[in-house]
């Protein structure tokens, strides 16, 4: 996760709806697990690191101050850790806890994560005496089971700062307000599938912008580039298809119990093709009432990719 963009998104202290909850954020090492602390801090939260597994269900039976959430970092480094014991401590915080307990797992690919610790010259907490890669991987398997129990999942892999911030809020704030929302995102295959993807869809069928000259230099969002991909003979008989089976879907999501629902959208660069159809996916499931999100992964240099559509 690129640390480039550290401005705030919130002011300290402000109220937020996470004001009397508690969220625990776990996930493999380098992941960003400081920074999401620091936004939920931001936003409003006492934040409380590295805190050791006998203390949880105290700390989070006593809960937050008044009119603030608890927000507590526990990973590897932790002392005592064991996934066991997190699944324990986190059944009996539950169940003593005043308000609500959500937990967060930040994800990353293997090969950012080698880069970040490379770059930084830290050594991974599974492997002091082994190649990097072999930390990784060993943490990955040992925190497999944490990362099906979360509540959230988010990949960090091609995110800033800011573009965390905002996502961990507003899923957060999502589920307080007891609402599922969909977050539909554009991707490039290029760079990997987001791995917070619930459901996939491959775009790169659709003929690509990228070949006409003038429209190389834009994006999905343009207008020119939306009537050159609308125009292709493929493209009503797929929307109407795919719309057809999430209207199929949706309601059985909800029916599990299922908080938010990630959509992913993927082309070869990610800048066409799948801006446009995720940006079409979003206004329709804002049409049919749905509390809908739209972010383009590989737009994010290009400035402001995330809008409501609702």
């Known amino acids: 996760m690129s640390d480039a963009t550290t401005a705030q998104t919130t002011e300290p202290g402000t109220a937020t709806g996470l004001a009397g909850r508690v969220v625990l954020v776990t996930g493999l090492s380098g992941a960003g697990h400081t920074s ?85 010259r830290r050594r991974h907490p599974l492997a002091v005496y082994r190649p990097v890669t072999d930390g990784i991987a060993a943490e990955r398997v040992l925190l497999a089971p944490l990362r099906a129990a979360a509540d959230i999942v988010l990949d960090t892999s091609h995110t800033s700062v800011r573009g965390l911030a905002r996502e961990l809020v507003e899923r957060l704030g999502a589920v307080t307000a007891g609402v599922p929302p969909v977050f539909v995102t554009s991707f490039s295959y290029r760079h990997g599938l987001p791995r917070d993807a619930d459901l996939v869809f491959d775009v790169r069928f659709l003929r690509n912008p990228h070949y006409v000259d003038t429209m190389r230099p834009m994006t999905g969002r343009d207008a020119a580039v939306g009537e050159y991909i609308a ?11 795919l719309t057809a089976l999430l209207d199929r879907l949706l309601p059985r999501f909800n029916q599990e119990g299922k908080s938010y629902l990630t959509i992913a959208v993927g082309c070869t660069g990610g800048r066409h093709r799948s801006v446009y159809a995720a940006e079409r996916l979003a206004a329709w499931l804002a049409a049919r009432g749905a509390r809908a999100e739209v972010n383009h992964r590989e737009l994010a240099g290009d400035g402001g990719t995330a809008s409501k559509g609702d």
């Open 36 to 120: 999401a602390l620091k936004v939920l801090e931001d936003a409003g939260c006492e934040a409380v690191d590295n805190l050791p597994m006998r203390l949880l269900g105290p700390l989070v039976r006593q809960g937050p101050a008044q009119g603030r959430g608890l927000a507590i970092g526990i990973d590897v480094r932790t002392r005592d850790f064991s996934t066991a014991a997190f699944t324990e401590e986190l059944a009996a915080a539950r169940a003593g806890a005043a308000g609500r307990v959500d937990v967060v797992f930040l994800d990353c690919d293997e090969e950012i994560l080698r880069r970040r610790y490379t770059e930084t």
């Open 231 to 241: 125009a292709d003979p493929d493209w009503p008989g797929f929307f109407a298809e």
